[in-house]
């Protein structure tokens, strides 16, 4: 498709290599009027059509090439900006917005992943005469709060020695580490407190303050193997937080390690490429996925595309109770993370994305007069602390032209994070 905003920056860039840049005109932004896209309804807006058209010339004058800067905004029933709409570019972290799509589609909201602990051995007097098996489920935050909170019960089923080793296997990360050497490690340090450092106190301090200090001291070493032998008795079942919170975790601090377990549990880039496509129905050559974080620059994604998956969420959540502020940051609300340092107006449900040479945001808008509004906005380029604050300036601006509802500015339900829970501890019987 000939792009009239991509056309109008030639010209744009030629009069800046030519030394006039002082006498630039108006940029002819593609008119909706005309456009037909796929025969859905267009509508034009003059006011954002000059605020894009601003924007993108922002761009130029700082150097930026048009032909990097993607954009795609909708309403709920047209379309009124494009640039660069269906070309797939590095799209860093939004490609986490891939992930919790098929996250969603692959288990329930309330999923739960489970780490699984086994004896091989007989307990007398609070001594394991054996070893201690960990079988690894998936969780993608099992941190040191969940290991303190492990250790405490297998203290409550009266265990506090181990003579053999500590076996890991399956799918066991802790820490965002997933080398069982480490993660056995780790694991090893957290259950025995007398063995804890600074940050192993720091974690204990966060939790209830009449949570215990546990001592399990594992004599043995830590050893790897592919599966549970035949003769292994289960002791516990340690659940992880609900999927919802677990993506919501992801999505505000755009934890790469968390994107990558979730999904090889999928199944795998390719897995998640196809089934985003099916479900949000974007052309297969608009998403290429080499990962499920979004940390390669060979992760391309059109702007169209990173809608059409938001678009797709919000369908997928219709049913539930959670809508799209429960699983991605909300500016104004979530203050940590990816927003800390943003000047958007609050009420913005959004994902972020930062390469070295890509910063990109996508989400939604609430508006008054539009209802939600749509938008992917894809930078590429140096310097992403500029591009972010271009970003920042034409949300503001069409904050100024749209009334924007803050609907979702009050704490949801994915929001109250409790690490280290001892209810997730779940005797074999339990």
Same mark, same amino acid.
């Given at each position: ?197 600074? *940050? ?78 099916? *479900? ?8 290429? *996925? ?107 601006? *069409? ?32």
């Amino acid at each position: 498709m000939v792009n009239g905003m991509n056309l109008a920056f030639i010209g744009l860039l030629a009069q800046l290599w030519g030394g006039n840049a002082q006498t630039l005109e108006p940029l002819p932004i593609v008119s909706w009027e005309q456009a037909k896209i796929f025969d859905v309804p267009t509508q034009a807006d003059p006011v954002v059509t000059e605020i894009f058209q601003d924007y993108l010339k922002t761009l130029a004058t700082k150097g930026y090439d048009p032909n990097r800067q993607g954009i795609w905004i909708q309403s709920e029933w047209a379309y009124l900006v494009e640039n660069n709409q269906n070309t797939p570019v590095s799209a860093a972290s939004l490609t986490k917005v891939a992930t919790t799509l098929a996250s969603i589609d692959k288990w329930d909201l309330n999923h739960r992943f489970e780490t699984r602990i086994y004896a091989i051995g007989t307990v007398t007097n609070g001594v394991l005469q054996g070893n201690l098996l960990i079988e690894g489920g998936g969780d993608p935050l099992f941190v040191w709060e969940e290991a303190i909170a492990l250790g405490n019960a297998l203290n409550q089923l009266g265990i506090r020695q181990v003579t053999g080793d500590l076996i890991i296997t399956g799918n066991f990360a802790m820490n965002f580490k997933n080398d069982p050497t480490i993660t056995g490690s780790l694991l090893q340090q957290a259950v025995n407190s007398s063995k804890w450092s600074g *940050l192993i106190k720091k974690a204990h301090a966060e939790l209830p303050k009449d949570t215990p200090r546990p001592t399990v001291e594992i004599e043995g070493s830590i050893q790897s193997q592919a599966v549970i032998p035949t003769d292994a008795q289960l002791l516990l079942r340690h659940q992880s937080l609900p999927l919802s919170s677990l993506l919501k975790q992801m999505n505000i601090y755009s934890n790469n390690d968390m994107a990558e377990m979730l999904a090889e549990e999928i199944g795998g880039a390719a897995v998640i490429r196809e089934r985003v496509s099916q *479900l949000a129905k974007i052309p297969s050559e608009e998403i290429q *996925l080499k990962n499920g974080s979004g940390l390669a620059v060979e992760n391309r994604i059109s702007p169209r595309a990173v809608t059409l998956m938001f678009m797709a969420l919000q369908e997928k959540l219709k049913s539930t109770p959670l809508n799209l502020s429960d699983l991605f940051p909300v500016m104004g609300r979530d203050r940590d993370g990816t927003l800390q340092w943003r000047n958007m107006p609050p009420g913005l449900t959004v994902k972020t994305g930062t390469l070295n040479q890509v910063s990109a945001l996508a989400g939604i808008i609430p508006t008054q007069e539009r209802g939600m509004v749509w938008f992917t906005i894809i930078n590429g380029g140096s310097n992403f602390d500029r591009l972010r604050a271009e970003q920042d300036k034409v949300l503001q601006r *069409l904050s100024q032209h749209w009334q924007i509802l803050p609907t979702a500015l009050n704490p949801g339900p994915t929001d109250q994070v409790y690490l280290g829970d001892p209810s997730r501890n779940l005797a074999s019987n339990g």
